[in-house]
């Protein structure tokens, strides 16, 4: 398995805009966890999913922000429209079978 | 609901000297674990985790760590920390009735001299 797989690693994109992360889980994991690290508030737990279904999404701080997961091999978190202040590194998990992992994450710049 | 506590947000050890990074959670009964490192600019490795069994977990790069329900904490430890050891570390916590949701403690910066 080439282990819980995050694109872009990277987007700089201009405020206003929408931004879209992909995360591809590992495959037979149940829960998928969106998070989000900033050098101020450290790891937020923004929303995760059980077999696809969300169930914890009091973490997603606005309205701007929405996740969904169609199926248990993909996951997106959108942020339409964006702000600078929404600048940070956006990590997915991937959890299952007594493994939790990550991937690399994406930075995201808004400009 | 559960949480997660590191209380030592810095830590700066020398070369070659043992290292104990404290954790403690709080969950009414056993959760799973886990103590994450990342490295400036990378993603979390996970280093260990426990779910049942022997207290004491061995993990990659020469860390262990050491589960003690009485206390509820689980503490990472290394007998010789190598420079290449600066980085921050997090220790995590799925309760199994709370949805599984994996909760992380505010994290400990392990800074090396030489």
């Known amino acids: 398995d080439a282990g819980v797989i995050q694109s872009p690693r990277h987007e700089v994109t201009e405020m206003g805009q929408e931004v879209t992360l992909r995360c591809k889980p590992i495959?037979?994991?149940?829960?998928l966890f969106w998070y989000r690290q900033t050098m101020m508030r450290g790891l937020e737990l923004l929303i995760y999913?059980?077999?696809?279904?969300?169930?914890?999404d009091s973490g997603m701080p606005e309205d701007r922000f929405s996740a969904k997961m169609p199926n248990a091999s993909f996951s997106t978190l959108k942020i339409q429209p964006s702000e600078p202040r929404d600048s940070a590194v956006y990590f997915c998990?991937?959890?299952?079978?007594?493994?939790?992992?990550f991937g690399q994450g994406t930075r995201l710049t808004v400009v | 609901a559960q949480s997660v506590t590191q209380p030592d947000i810095h830590i700066t050890v020398s070369e070659g000297a043992s290292l104990e990074l404290r954790c403690n959670y709080s969950?009414?009964?056993?959760?799973?674990l886990f103590w994450y490192v990342q490295s400036p600019g990378q993603g979390l490795q996970l280093l260990l985790k426990?779910?049942?069994?022997?207290?004491l977990v061995q993990g990659i790069k020469g860390f262990e760590a050491e589960f003690k329900r009485s206390q509820s904490s689980f503490n990472l430890r290394k007998p010789s920390v190598h420079w290449s050891d600066a980085a921050e570390y997090f220790c995590?916590?799925?309760?199994?009735?709370?949805?599984?949701?994996?909760?992380f403690g505010g994290g400990t910066r392990l800074m090396v001299k030489p």
């Open positions: 495959s037979g994991h149940d829960y």
């Open positions: 426990y779910f049942s069994g022997d207290t």
């Open positions: 998990a991937s959890i299952g079978r007594s493994e939790a992992f």
């Open positions: 969950y009414g009964a056993t959760p799973y």
């Open positions: 999913f059980n077999n696809n279904v969300p169930i914890d």
């Open positions: 995590a916590v799925v309760a199994n009735n709370a949805g599984n949701m994996l909760t």
